[in-house]
């Protein structure tokens, strides 16, 4: 698998990510640790967590992942050279969504803790804080790095002007502010004021500015769970446009084409798209994994591209 400069860090990650949400819940450990062997064996090296993974669901409180992840790195077959991403702002159990400095740094401790590592490669503020001043958050993610504890740190479901000020505030301090952007994104395009709750969509601002100032872009759900595989699925309720309608025809016209299933196809658009998308790969199975592999490592030509835009 091919790799990609993170922002301006020059640090390499992977075109593809692994997410590991469902590790440790609905995906069990034994199956979780197939899944990472799978990934590392074909050279991804981007494992993506977070600290309330999948508090969500009945019977589970939270840190189930980080902990599944914790315990596949002290394997052998765990290689060295890994970025492990985690989380902090979303609420789960007692702690509620906030970006406060001692919030994001007790967070980090447990992160630590759980995925057994002196050092996350990079931590995430899950969800920008609008009750809680930028600076504050900002010089948070600097101690944490300055400590040691978080190699870069990362945004994710902010907007572009949130995204913008962090970095400003930070720029001014002399610190290093946010080096990429985690956003939902897939090949559809949401519907006019479509609200996704607490998730921000990658939209054409975000994503210029990104390029522009040189922030990795990193998408989480880029198949709309399974959405794609299904022939004839409706569109998403949030999706439903007649823009989309004609993507849709245009994929799976394209798929048959190419012999790529609609899922390959939208993968491996990502990863050739300018600028380019990394997309987090969520498997629960081994046959998922090598789909969505094969599709990572799939170079498309330019007419099919366009056919696609």
Same mark, same amino acid.
């Given at each position: 698998?091919?790799?990609?400069?993170?922002?301006?860090?020059?640090?390499? !990650?992977?075109?593809?990510? %692994?997410?590991?949400?469902?590790?440790?819940?609905?995906?069990?450990?034994?199956?979780?640790?197939? @899944?990472?062997?799978?990934?590392?064996?074909? +050279?991804?090296?981007? /494992?993506?967590?977070?600290?309330?993974?999948?508090?969500?669901?009945? +019977?589970?409180?939270g840190g189930e992942s980080e902990t599944i992840l914790g315990?596949?790195?002290?394997?052998?077959?765990?290689?060295?050279?890994?970025?492990? $991403?985690?989380?902090?702002?979303?609420?789960? +159990?007692? &702690?509620?969504?906030?970006?406060?400095?001692? #919030? &994001? !740094?007790?967070?980090?401790?447990?992160?630590?803790?759980?995925?057994?590592?002196?050092?996350?490669? &990079?931590?995430?503020?899950?969800?920008?804080?609008?009750?809680?001043? !930028?600076?504050?958050?900002?010089?948070?993610?600097?101690?944490?790095?300055?400590?040691?504890?978080?190699?870069?740190a990362g945004a994710s479901n902010y907007t572009g002007w949130? @995204?913008?000020?962090?970095?400003?505030?930070?720029?001014?301090?002399?610190?290093?502010?946010?080096?990429?952007?985690?956003?939902?994104?897939?090949?559809?395009?949401?519907?006019?004021?479509?609200?996704?709750?607490?998730?921000?969509?990658?939209?054409?601002?975000?994503?210029?500015?990104?390029?522009?100032?040189?922030?990795? &872009?990193?998408?989480?759900?880029? @198949?709309?769970?399974?959405?794609?595989?299904?022939?004839?699925?409706?569109?998403?309720? /949030?999706?439903?446009?007649?823009?989309?309608?004609?993507?849709?025809?245009?994929?799976?016209?394209t798929s048959s084409e190419t012999r790529l299933s609609p899922?390959? %196809?939208? @993968?491996?658009?990502?990863?050739?798209?300018?600028?380019?998308? #990394?997309? /987090?790969?969520?498997?629960?199975? $081994?046959?998922? /994994?090598?789909?969505?592999?094969?599709?990572?490592?799939?170079?498309?030509?330019?007419?099919?591209?366009?056919?696609?835009?």
């Amino acid at each position: 698998m091919q790799r990609i400069e993170l922002g301006n860090t020059g640090e390499e !990650i992977s075109v593809a990510g %692994l997410g590991c949400m469902y590790f440790g819940t609905r995906v069990d450990e034994k199956t979780s640790f197939r @899944l990472l062997d799978m990934y590392v064996a074909h +050279g991804g090296n981007f /494992l993506d967590s977070a600290n309330k993974y999948a508090s969500w669901l009945p +019977g589970f409180r939270g840190g189930e992942s980080e902990t599944i992840l914790g315990k596949w790195l002290k394997q052998d077959s765990a290689p060295p050279e890994l970025l492990i $991403s985690s989380k902090v702002g979303f609420p789960y +159990g007692k &702690i509620p969504r906030t970006l406060k400095k001692e #919030i &994001i !740094i007790s967070e980090c401790e447990k992160s630590l803790k759980r995925l057994g590592v002196e050092t996350i490669d &990079i931590y995430f503020a899950h969800a920008y804080d609008r009750d809680t001043p !930028i600076e504050e958050t900002m010089e948070a993610f600097h101690q944490l790095k300055k400590e040691g504890k978080i190699r870069y740190a990362g945004a994710s479901n902010y907007t572009g002007w949130r @995204l913008e000020e962090a970095n400003s505030v930070a720029r001014n301090q002399g610190w290093e502010g946010f080096s990429c952007l985690q956003q939902r994104h897939t090949y559809m395009e949401p519907s006019a004021r479509a609200e996704f709750n607490n998730q921000e969509f990658l939209s054409p601002e975000i994503e210029d500015l990104c390029h522009t100032k040189n922030l990795s &872009i990193i998408a989480y759900s880029p @198949l709309l769970e399974g959405f794609y595989s299904r022939k004839e699925a409706a569109l998403p309720a /949030l999706y439903q446009n007649a823009v989309n309608e004609e993507r849709l025809v245009s994929l799976r016209n394209t798929s048959s084409e190419t012999r790529l299933s609609p899922t390959q %196809l939208i @993968l491996a658009w990502m990863v050739s798209h300018s600028p380019q998308v #990394i997309p /987090l790969l969520g498997c629960s199975s $081994s046959s998922q /994994l090598k789909e969505n592999l094969v599709a990572v490592t799939t170079s498309l030509d330019p007419e099919v591209t366009q056919k696609l835009q």
